[in-house]
């Protein structure tokens, strides 16, 4: 600031000089050196736009790694209740089996997706591979089938309705403001159920660890169809058991299809939870990464710029002392 104020200062003088006719000023140095302070102020608007630049980016960076810490603590909590959940449903499919490729008349297609963002590739992963499943089932079963399309989650629903408009249904949301139940679970269970579905195939991502989650399908299948299914290798294994109950074998079986529907919903919304916060941990650790190195490039860039304002004003300084020494 001082080197300011006495660049000005000089600046002045040599005006005056050059109106009293001083040869010095005559030759024209005095009307430079006038320009060069007079456009001081253009000089150090980039400088400024560089400092907000700075500032902007280290608030981004601060935001980001508290978001990365949220996320790791939320993630926490959320594997103890996937490991939970995965104790439900994996009994089911040791004994009804895994049937991917069966196909129905009708049946419901579940894309499982998370109501926020900034989380990476999660939710558009979810997207392509349920339009890619779409696709094979309408080329296997024909366009006499019957398929809805259901999203669980806010982000997954725009994307599904504008490539998948005529097969969407509708969307829940909301789902993951409070605590996933498995009471919140029976009743998007319920209303599947009203489709009458043969097929009900649900597509989440299934958290492996805190960097890799896979995109998965579970199948659930009506008892009618189970029964179906008892020919085949990785089939209905209900036979092998005893069952003691008051009730049909058929009411057994729907009582334990629709149980299987609402297990299976309830760890998918938790796998695909977890998978969310492990997305968003990875996602907010880079941007802070990338945070930092832009802000690295421009505090160098800043402090170039600033050398080179002080370099110039001394240069300045020390010409407008000469020529004043000169006259």
Same mark, same amino acid.
């Given at each position: 600031?001082?080197?300011?104020?006495?660049?000005?200062? &000089?600046?002045?003088?040599?005006?005056?000089?050059?109106?009293?006719?001083?040869?010095?000023?005559?030759? @024209?140095?005095?009307?430079?050196?006038?320009?060069a302070?007079?456009?001081d102020g253009?000089?150090?608007?980039?400088?400024?736009?560089?400092?907000?630049?700075?500032?902007?980016?280290?608030?981004?960076?601060?935001?980001? $790694?508290?978001?990365?810490?949220?996320?790791? +603590?939320?993630?926490?909590?959320?594997?103890?209740?996937?490991?939970?959940?995965?104790?439900?449903?994996n009994?089911?499919?040791?004994?009804f089996g =895994?049937?991917?490729?069966?196909?129905?008349?009708?049946?419901?297609?579940?894309?499982?997706?998370?109501?926020?963002g #900034? !989380?990476?590739?999660?939710?558009?992963?979810?997207?392509?591979?349920?339009?890619?499943?779409?696709?094979?089932?309408?080329?296997?079963? @024909?366009?006499?089938?019957?398929? $809805?399309?259901? +999203?669980?989650?806010d982000?997954?629903?725009?994307? &599904?309705?504008?490539?998948? @408009?005529?097969?969407?249904?509708?969307?829940?949301?909301?789902?993951?403001?409070v605590?996933?139940?498995?009471?919140?679970?029976?009743?998007i269970?319920?209303? #599947?159920?009203?489709?009458?579905? /043969?097929?009900?195939?649900?597509?989440?991502?299934?958290?492996?660890?805190?960097?890799?989650? $896979?995109?998965? &399908?579970?199948?659930?299948?009506?008892?009618?169809t189970?029964?179906?299914?008892?020919?085949?290798?990785?089939?209905?294994?209900?036979?092998a058991?005893?069952?003691?109950?008051?009730?049909e074998?058929?009411?057994?079986?729907? =009582? #334990?299809?629709?149980f299987?529907?609402?297990?299976?919903?309830?760890?998918?919304?938790? /796998?695909?939870? !977890?998978?969310?916060?492990?997305?968003?941990?990875?996602?907010?650790?880079? +941007?802070?990464?990338?945070?930092?190195?832009?802000?690295g490039?421009?505090?160098?860039?800043?402090?170039?710029?600033?050398?080179?304002?002080?370099?110039?004003e001394?240069?300045?300084?020390?010409?407008?002392?000469?020529?004043?020494? =000169?006259a």
């Amino acid at each position: 600031m001082a080197l300011r104020n006495a660049a000005s200062f &000089l600046g002045q003088r040599l005006v005056g000089a050059a109106e009293l006719g001083i040869s010095a000023a005559k030759s @024209g140095a005095g009307e430079a050196l006038t320009n060069a302070f007079v456009t001081d102020g253009v000089r150090h608007a980039s400088n400024q736009a560089v400092k907000q630049r700075i500032r902007a980016i280290k608030n981004i960076g601060k935001i980001t $790694k508290a978001m990365k810490m949220v996320a790791a +603590s939320k993630m926490k909590n959320a594997q103890v209740a996937v490991e939970q959940s995965r104790g439900i449903v994996n009994p089911f499919v040791r004994l009804f089996g =895994d049937h991917p490729g069966v196909e129905g008349k009708a049946g419901v297609t579940v894309a499982v997706t998370s109501d926020r963002g #900034l !989380c990476g590739g999660l939710n558009s992963n979810i997207t392509k591979y349920t339009r890619a499943l779409l696709k094979l089932d309408t080329a296997t079963a @024909g366009e006499a089938a019957s398929t $809805k399309l259901v +999203s669980i989650g806010d982000k997954g629903r725009s994307q &599904l309705m504008r490539a998948e @408009g005529r097969l969407f249904s509708y969307a829940i949301a909301d789902t993951y403001k409070v605590r996933v139940t498995f009471a919140q679970a029976s009743l998007i269970a319920e209303e #599947l159920l009203k489709n009458n579905p /043969e097929v009900v195939k649900v597509m989440f991502n299934k958290f492996r660890s805190a960097i890799s989650f $896979k995109p998965t &399908l579970a199948t659930v299948l009506t008892p009618e169809t189970l029964e179906k299914q008892l020919t085949e290798p990785t089939g209905n294994r209900l036979d092998a058991y005893e069952i003691e109950a008051t009730h049909e074998r058929s009411d057994v079986m729907r =009582d #334990l299809a629709e149980f299987q529907l609402a297990a299976t919903l309830y760890n998918a919304m938790l /796998e695909n939870n !977890c998978s969310e916060h492990a997305s968003r941990m990875s996602a907010m650790e880079n +941007s802070t990464k990338s945070a930092g190195e832009m802000l690295g490039k421009l505090t160098l860039e800043y402090n170039r710029k600033r050398q080179a304002t002080i370099t110039t004003e001394l240069i300045e300084i020390i010409a407008g002392a000469s020529a004043l020494m =000169d006259a």
